[in-house]
């Protein structure tokens, strides 16, 4: 099993796991806190739907992907994977905005479903809080799995275990155990998450070079095949060299003879997406101002 496509389904599997299951204690804590315990069983129902729902959306998509005849086979997979670079680049600068206000959105719509009465809303506030991390995480599978091709497995297994540390690390969230620094978790993931995205978005630009459906920058760049191959090459270096070479290949979409059109998508994203994540935010400062109705926090 290559450890580069196991390295790249763990970082996303733990990443968008540990989104889901922040979302998933949070409530459940605020439940607890209100004596509103009762509700338990809502908020699991609405997540076990999110989570088979999402399972059954990354189905659909491994089902459909199958030998297409040339050049289809190269459009679809280069399409899946700018979907995907596309998804996770929104996803990061999502959850970079609404990181510090998550927690207070979330118990605000608890509250909302409380006060109306309808309980069976817990079911649908989870549902719909879990169902965009599950189907945010079957699509940049379907793109990870498609780059990776020769191993998929690989990236598969390594999005079950980071999904089940992320599990784990949520019954840590619910119980109030700092366990991690989650503004410190969020930014280096992110960060290797770009260079990912960055790899899928190469890879695309690769796909469209052999089906000449991009006629410009199709010369190869540089060759160091003979230094650090990112597959078998005739005539280059086997053994270590090339296990480095396809590790990075698998989780980085890495080349030793990439296009000069791929080479300059990947150089431009990483210095574009990465200047602006890590970019200070500003402060947030909302006029405070009381709604009809409003009652004081307890």
Do not use: C
């Amino acid at each position: 099993m290559d450890l580069g496509s196991l390295a790249s389904g763990l970082v996303t599997g733990l990443r968008e796991g540990v989104e889901a299951a922040l979302i998933v204690s949070i409530i459940l804590a605020y439940l607890a806190r209100t004596g509103n315990r009762r509700h338990f069983g809502r908020i699991w129902t609405g997540t076990i739907g999110a989570v088979l729902a999402s399972i059954g959306a990354g189905i659909v998509l491994f089902l459909t992907l199958g030998e297409l005849p040339e050049p289809y086979e190269q459009l679809f997979e280069a399409l899946a994977m700018l979907t995907a670079g596309g998804v996770v680049t929104w996803m990061l600068f999502w959850m970079r905005r609404q990181a510090g206000s998550v927690k207070g959105e979330l118990q605000s719509r608890v509250d909302r479903v409380l006060t109306d009465g309808t309980a069976n809303g817990l079911a649908v506030l989870a549902f719909t809080a879990v169902i965009r991390e599950g189907l945010e995480t079957s699509l940049f599978l379907f793109g990870l799995t498609t780059s990776a091709q020769s191993d998929a497995a690989g990236v598969l297994v390594g999005a079950v275990i980071g999904l089940s540390a992320a599990a784990l690390l949520g019954v840590g969230f619910y119980r109030g155990a700092r366990l991690i620094n989650l503004r410190v978790f969020f930014r280096w993931t992110g960060i290797a998450l770009i260079f990912i995205a960055a790899g899928l978005l190469a890879s695309a630009v690769h796909e469209l070079v052999e089906i000449d459906w991009i006629p410009v920058g199709t010369a190869v760049a540089f060759d160091i095949s003979s230094v650090l191959p990112h597959e078998a090459i005739a005539g280059a270096p086997g053994g270590l060299p090339l296990l480095i070479g396809g590790f990075l290949r698998a989780l980085f979409g890495y080349s030793s003879q990439p296009e000069v059109a791929a080479l300059a998508v990947w150089l431009v994203y990483i210095a574009l997406v990465l200047r602006l994540f890590l970019r200070p935010m500003a402060p947030h400062s909302a006029p405070v101002t009381s709604s009809p109705g409003a009652t004081p926090a307890a």
